[in-house]
């Protein structure tokens, strides 16, 4: 069965860092692009950060410019994303998704086509 399980999320302070992990079952996980979105409440989803796992492109949204880094691990089948210097908008859900590696490019990740999605994990940033 094909499935991602998220991990990592939780309450940080402001400035402070977290580390979310996605890890993929079930599908060739170089054949895909894995990523996050994240939705605040009353806010449309964003995508945050992507990498192919096929070429290594990766894409990051400006808000998280220089503050997140996203990596791959094949032999684990596991995306991470590093999360520094937290901010209060920062706080939301935040869903890792898997779409075809092509998906991620330096124009953005967008939610339509993507082809596995994870139940998603909270991130609060208190100020």
């Known amino acids: 069965e094909e499935q991602l399980v998220e991990s990592g999320g939780g309450l940080v302070q402001a400035g402070g860092s977290l580390r979310l992990s996605c890890a993929a079952f079930g599908f060739i996980f170089d054949d895909y692009a894995i990523g996050w979105f994240r939705q605040a409440p009353g806010n449309e989803r964003e995508g945050v950060s992507c990498?192919?796992?096929?070429?290594?492109?990766?894409y990051y949204v400006d808000s998280v410019k220089g503050r997140f880094t996203i990596s791959s691990d094949n032999a684990k089948n596991t995306v991470y994303l590093q999360m520094n210097s937290l901010k209060s908008e920062d706080t939301a859900d935040y869903y890792c998704?898997?779409?075809?590696?092509?998906?991620?490019?330096?124009?953005?990740?967008?939610?339509?086509?993507?082809?596995?999605w994870g139940e998603g994990t909270l991130v609060t940033v208190s100020s």
């Open positions: 998704a898997a779409g075809p590696h092509y998906y991620c490019s330096d124009y953005g990740w967008e939610e339509y086509g993507m082809d596995y």
């Open positions: 990498i192919s796992n096929n070429d290594g492109n990766t």
